[in-house]
T-cell receptor, first 115, second 112 residues
Framework: DAGITQSPRYKITETGRQVTLMCHQT?????MFWYRQDLGHGLRLIYY???????DKGEVPDGYVVSRSKTENFPLTLESATRSQTSVYFC??????????????FGPGTRLTVL | RKEVEQDPGPFNVPEGATVAFNCTYS??????FFWYRQDCRKEPKLLMS???SGNEDGRFTAQLNRASQYISLLIRDSKLSDSATYLC?????????????FGTGTKLQVIP
């Protein structure tokens, strides 16, 4: 039971490069989320997806692109990385429990450093 | 007013103490509520779902007060291992979808 996985776990890149962070879940959950967490701060939602081919912006979407062609995958791309995007990135998934959205399950995170 | 608000703390309490956190939410249409625990930039992990009737799991008790729009988390007999940041999460219907909002977290430090 793999659950939710993220890759890579650690990434160092340079300013201006394109970077893609991968997220994969094995539960067929409808919802998937990307968050970033800067040192000493709380989680901030970047994008979320309610189902395959349905995505929407969160609190801090600028500089990021997402896609969801398959239910189980939700990649996050930094089109042109900037130093301000140095952060820990968490992916999460969730599904309906009756009429309510149930708990989120988080991946282990990707620690991204942009030099 | 923020959609979800938590006292950031830190709460410094001695071992064995009882400590309580509150989390207020602004949208009366919010439907489901959760408490998560996060250790030092690791992934948040579910601590408890919060039901209107209240629920208890060992030393932890969570309650929902819809009239006053807050959820609470009570930790009894605090252990050193309880030191962490506690996040509340509120899910709210929004345009046919669900909006998930995290509080910024309350930091707990249990002192020997």
């Amino acid at each position: 039971d793999a659950g939710i996985t993220q890759s890579p776990r650690y990434k160092i890149t340079e300013t201006g490069r394109q970077v893609t962070l991968m997220c994969h879940q094995t539960w067929s959950h409808s919802y998937m989320f990307w968050y970033r967490q800067d040192l000493g701060h709380g989680l901030r939602l970047i994008y979320y997806s309610a189902a395959a081919d349905i995505t929407d912006k969160g609190e801090v979407p600028d500089g990021y692109v997402v896609s969801r062609s398959k239910t189980e995958n939700f990649p996050l791309t930094l089109e042109s990385a900037t130093r301000s995007q140095t952060s820990v990135y968490f992916c999460a998934s969730s599904d309906w429990q009756g009429a309510f959205l149930d708990t989120q399950y988080f991946g282990p995170g990707t620690r991204l450093t942009v030099l | 007013r923020k959609e979800v608000e938590q006292d950031p703390g830190p709460f410094n309490v001695p071992e064995g103490a009882t400590v309580a956190f509150n989390c207020t939410y602004s949208n009366s249409a919010s439907q489901s509520f959760f408490w998560y625990r996060q250790d030092c930039r690791k992934e948040p992990k579910l601590l408890m779902s919060v039901y209107s009737s209240g629920n208890e799991d060992g030393r932890f008790t969570a309650q929902l007060n819809r009239a006053s729009q807050y959820i609470s988390l009570l930790i009894r007999d605090s252990k050193l291992s309880d030191s962490a940041t506690y996040l509340c999460v509120v899910n709210t219907p929004s345009g046919g979808y669900q909006k998930v909002t995290f509080g910024t977290g309350t930091k707990l430090q249990v002192i020997p």
